[in-house]
């Protein structure tokens, strides 16, 4: 298994996408997003999306070239369209978009499609929050919904439909809340087939409703089973929470909602933006989340458990350790990698 500087990490899938077609300036935003994740621990949306992203653009899923447009805007609100640029691509344009409407406006809510797969959501309200501000963030999958039960059933009809938010504290990092409204996200199954590992109990059922901790029966060759919604015995909040990313993330974004399809084309995208001067004194908001940070951490923490951590400080601090340390990508990621390397005519062996 490699291990790599993130520095490493991100030389390596900048020769890889500007091979294919994006020009170096979309690569980096591409591949600063995926190593990112993996410096975060979410190794589902990091380097393992390299050789997909890749293929994508040969199958001519993806254009490397694409440049996100306006196509609807008033002063707070615009819906920007990506034409098949990569996800990252079409998300960070929207979301620089949105801060530039709240540093106006006060607030601003932006929608996106036709952007493909824009991959860890949380990584555009933190966008926000390192500018000072709060970002919100709602994501379908426009028409597949293949991934997830609803809340009793046994087959699958909606997708992780993930949701983020992030907040900024003073003189320390965000806030930071990335999370699907399923069981776990997507990814994490595809990297327990890649390492030839189970998934734990209660993340998923088989194609005939059953519990299952054979990653091959939800992802594989075998006929797909589903993830489960968030909530174990109340689900139903995850449920609910997926239907709104939906109608939020799927109608106002015009790419529409769960219908069945084979593959996900792009994700809809609801992002919103709030400046806090324009509600609140900016030192009173500090000083209140500092003071609800340090109440929420005094509890004693239970058997398990040394402290109570807030959203985001466990990515933060592997994000730490990782850049100290490295970042392992597992052998199969890195042959698929680096089959996808040779494909757009470079020679892997000059990377390691």
Known sequence: ??????????????????????????????????????????????AIRFYEYAQA?????????????????????AVVDAHNALGQVGATFATNLAIEKARTHGVSVVTLRNTSHIGRVGAYPLMAAREGFIGLIFVN??????????????????STNPIGFSAPRENTDPILLDMTTSVVADGKVRVAINQGNPIPEGWAVDSEGNPTTDPNRVRGDAPQGALLPMGGVVAHKGFGLSLASEILGGVLSGQGVAANEPVMVSNGVHLTVYNIEHFTDLADYYKEVEALSAHVKSSRPIDGFNEILLPGEPEFRCAKQRTQDGIAVDDTTWERICEAAKTFGIDPTAWT
């Open 57 to 77: 653009i040969q199958d001519g899923r993806f254009d490397p070239k694409a440049v996100p447009e306006i196509v609807k805007e008033h002063p707070c609100t």
């Open 141 to 158: 999958a426009g028409r597949e919904g293949r991934k997830v039960t609803p809340f009793g059933g046994r087959d699958a009809r909606l």
């Open 1 to 46: 298994m490699p291990i790599f500087t993130p520095n490493k990490l991100k030389q390596i899938g900048y020769q890889l996408f500007e091979a294919t077609g994006c020009s170096p300036e979309n690569a980096k935003a591409v591949v600063d997003h995926l190593v990112e994740s993996n410096l975060f621990g979410h190794d589902s949306h990091g």
